[in-house]
């Protein structure tokens, strides 16, 4: 076990400290514990405390706090908002000048349909990628393009990849956008943390309604991902009594620290991943006092944009991923305001 290096805490002792301090923050301020009430069916605030933790280098060594989205990926967030609202709108990549493009990956996605390479493989150097980061917003932008495109590189029929934040929310989709922000059916990810190695008792403490023992569950979670564990996981075998099985729900994943984000992330493969395999949600649309419909003229125009700007301005303070993605959902929703 990695040690803290000022006082020899190992990681998941020092993580529990951080969330039981994160947690009684929480609990003193009602609001600020209702806008952070994030898991379906849990009354724990788990994740917003898990992006409030200090950020981890590659050497498992903490050192730095942060409690906010790095600013030189604001503009990645604002745009990837944009983004969403288009889903798959895709045209040719644009490289801006001076975006250096990235290599081309050893195992690409038409190597594993056509057999000549494993799912396990593309994954494994999908992840190598992501670890590596992107060192401007113009080239994050333009990877982001890249492997979206059909026939490219990182995607070819149902080989792609896809994107979890650690509370089985989709980040990235790269097959579908439209999915990008929803939630995954919990036996899903149960099935894919289990396969990674994290413990069915652990998997059952992080719905638990004790912040305390969510808070070590979760210190868990995350020391477990950090290992950057990999596996193939099937959740379309039935398990008596929880579930009759998940047509479709099969692929491989891995974990990976994102040297972009600080915290890791799980990436799939070979999951064709659809509607019937997330979960329905009430999103918080704010209250807005114009709407898409009301846009008649510049006028009206401008006072939507501004009033979508500071939605999303205010969703995104507290530097939660999880929160973000609610926004891109809102943001894409065609009968939303």
């Known amino acids: 076990m990695k040690q803290h290096r ?13 969330f039981h301090k994160c947690f009684a923050n929480i609990k003193s301020n009602e609001i600020y514990a209702k806008k952070f ?23 498992r060594t903490i050192v730095k706090k942060t409690r906010t989205l790095p600013p030189y990926l604001i503009p990645i967030v604002g745009l990837l908002v944009l983004a969403g609202v288009f889903s798959n709108a895709l045209a040719d990549c644009v490289r801006l000048p001076g975006t250096t493009p990235p290599a081309a990956p050893s195992v690409t996605a038409q190597q594993v349909e056509d057999g000549s390479a494993t799912l396990k493989d593309f994954v494994l150097t999908a992840a190598d990628q992501f670890k590596q980061g992107s060192p401007t917003p113009e080239e994050a932008l333009y990877f982001g393009c890249l492997i979206r495109q059909e026939g490219g590189h990182w995607r070819s029929g149902s ?25 995954l059916n919990p036996i899903i990810y149960g099935s894919i943390l289990s396969a990674l190695g994290v413990p069915l008792t652990v998997l059952a403490d992080l719905s638990s309604p004790d912040p305390a ?48 984000f600080g915290v890791p992330f799980i990436l799939l493969g070979g999951f064709d991943l ?64």
Not at 276 to 287: C, L
């Open 6 to 18: 000022n006082n020899g805490q190992t990681y998941v002792d020092y993580v529990s400290s951080k």
């Open 159 to 183: 080989t792609y990849f896809v994107q979890l934040l650690i509370d089985g929310r989709i980040f990235v989709h790269t097959a579908d956008m439209a999915l990008s922000g929803r939630l």
């Open 37 to 59: 009430h994030l898991l379906t069916g849990a009354s724990s605030y788990y994740y917003s405390c898990a992006y409030s933790l200090p950020s981890i280098s590659k050497g």
């Open 274 to 337: 659809n509607e019937t395999h997330v979960v329905e949600e009430d999103i918080d649309y704010g209250d807005p006092t114009i709407t898409a419909r009301d846009v008649v003229d510049r006028e009206s125009l401008k006072d939507f944009v501004i009033q979508a700007q500071e939605f999303v301005i205010e969703g995104l303070k507290g530097g939660d991923l999880s929160a973000f993605s609610k926004l891109r959902i809102a943001g894409r929703d065609p009968n939303g305001p």
């Open 213 to 260: 023992t969510v808070a070590e569950a979760t210190a868990t979670l995350i020391n477990t991902l950090l290992q950057e564990p990999d596996a193939a996981f099937d959740a379309t075998t039935p398990i008596p009594g929880l579930s009759p099985g998940i047509p479709g729900a099969s692929g491989y994943a891995t974990a990976y620290l994102s040297s972009n």
